[in-house]
């Protein structure tokens, strides 16, 4: 409209230009070179250059408007394709809650190929290759991310993640120690590189963050959960001292441990193991044994019992297990630990008597009935060895006293400071009872899941 109004607006001034320039006849000569020169009549001359002033100004209106239109038209499309892209994007993640993820993939993808720098699709879709296992794509899809964004932590927490489970822990240690110096002490961050700094078995930088995240505001749950890592990483620290040959350290790492929790068995177990490598086989005892008495560990017991077994002090250790029963006679686990330990030291007849005396009830005891029908056996009862034997085999396979860490059912012959399956520390327990584990567990539980 401005555009058509300024055209006529031209063409009225240039017809008024002939109307003055008759009634004006006079004239003015324009001398545009040395030879040439132009005479014009002075009215034509000033309403012409008026009328050149108005025909540029319209040319420059005629530019905005073009302008003006063509911003509307890509505006108009933007927003088209915004509104195609949020509705993507909602599908996309209702796809991901639902565990659609092929269908989120595909929807994530056709996001990015309407806008090739959409971070959240990016971070979304980097995610979704890890979690299928394709590493490689979700560090290429996160780094892009971190190009646009080079300081958002969410996308630096994925990528870290990235790089953690495609095995490049020392490069995903690098990146979450940038991120540490960025946020200044993040709880997720720190988190995240203690977890790091464990799998490498790096303890001391692995110590060095749990103090730093202990302090920080934590849940009732969270306190208790991080002061439980960190008295396991003080227990690695006091092994690695140990490996190190400096042992003064190593009992004050596993004194550290114990001072945090005094049930934390792997402490008193380093601390008496120190104790044996010097030659201090009574400081040894003495101290499982008041540890035994603080915590009733069955773990413990079988320290002690395999300590004075050793050193041909058997009247100890039976001491020690009569003295347990004593605190908790209805105890069947301490009754039948009695018993095995009778078998051990060939006393026939009072193993013959506790065993017996057991009654498994419901629960299943498939090594309490390979150790009667050996003690049947032996009193010449071979019927009823046979008996004893034939249920232990319905039972399992092999005998087995385990160890086993109630959290994740790994379960092992030879007792650990720290499941190697699940990683807690302090979680190993001692049970003769199936009802507790599962032998068809057993075998698989052999290595780390």
């Not at 996160?142 to 080079?150: G, I, N, P, V, Y």
């Not at 720190?190 to 930088?205: A, N, S, T």
């Amino acid at each position: 409209m401005r555009l058509i109004v300024l055209s006529l607006g031209f063409v009225l001034l240039t017809a008024g230009v002939g109307w003055l320039a008759y009634f004006n006849p006079g004239h003015t000569t324009l001398r545009l070179s040395p030879e040439f020169f132009l005479d014009v009549p002075t009215v034509a001359l000033i309403l012409l250059s008026t009328a050149f002033g108005g025909l540029l100004a319209i040319i420059a209106a005629g530019f905005a408007e073009v302008r003006h239109l063509f911003r509307g038209w890509r505006q108009a499309k933007i927003k088209k394709r915004d509104d195609r892209v949020l509705e993507l994007l909602r599908l996309a993640i209702n796809a991901k809650a639902s565990k659609r993820f092929e269908d989120a993939v595909g929807l994530f993808q056709k996001i990015l190929l309407l806008n090739p720098n959409h971070v959240a699709a990016l971070l979304q879709l980097g995610t979704l290759y890890r979690v299928q296992g394709n590493v490689s794509e979700a560090i290429r899809f996160h780094r892009k991310a971190r190009t646009l964004e080079e300081n958002n932590m969410e996308i630096l927490l994925a990528l870290a993640k990235d790089l953690e489970e495609a095995k490049r822990l020392d490069e995903a240690v690098q990146l979450l120690q940038e991120m540490r110096r960025l946020e200044g002490g993040s709880l997720t961050v720190l988190i995240q590189l203690r977890d790091l700094f464990v799998k490498l078995g790096r303890w001391e930088e692995a110590h060095d963050v749990q103090e730093k995240i202990l302090p920080m505001s934590l849940r009732p749950d969270e306190l208790k959960n991080e002061q439980a890592w960190l008295e396991g990483i003080k227990y690695e620290m006091g092994r690695h001292m140990i490996e190190r040959g400096e042992r003064d350290r190593a009992r004050r790492y596993f004194r550290g441990a114990i001072k945090l929790n005094r049930n934390f068995i792997p402490g008193y177990i380093g601390l008496g193991e120190i104790s044996v490598d010097e030659g201090k086989v009574k400081d040894a005892g003495e101290l499982w044994e008041k540890a035994l008495e603080l915590t009733s560990n069955v773990i413990l017991l079988h320290r002690l019992e395999d300590l004075y077994l050793e050193r041909d002090q058997p009247a100890k250790i039976l001491q020690l297990y009569r003295e347990a029963i004593q605190r908790d006679p209805e105890n069947r686990v301490l009754r039948f630990y009695l018993g095995k330990l009778y078998y051990r030291l060939e006393m026939v007849d009072e193993a013959f008597e506790v065993l017996t005396a057991l009654d498994p009830g419901d629960e299943k005891m498939p090594d309490l009935h390979k150790l009667l029908g050996n003690l049947y056996l032996r009193k010449g009862d071979t019927e009823a060895a046979v008996d004893e034997f034939k249920k232990a085999l319905n039972l399992k396979k092999r005998v087995l006293v385990p160890y086993y860490c109630p959290h994740c059912d790994y379960h092992a012959a030879q007792w650990s400071g720290r499941c190697p399956r699940c990683g807690r520390w302090n979680s190993f327990e001692a049970s003769p009872i199936m009802g507790e584990w599962t032998p068809s567990r057993i075998a698989a539980s052999a290595e780390p899941a």
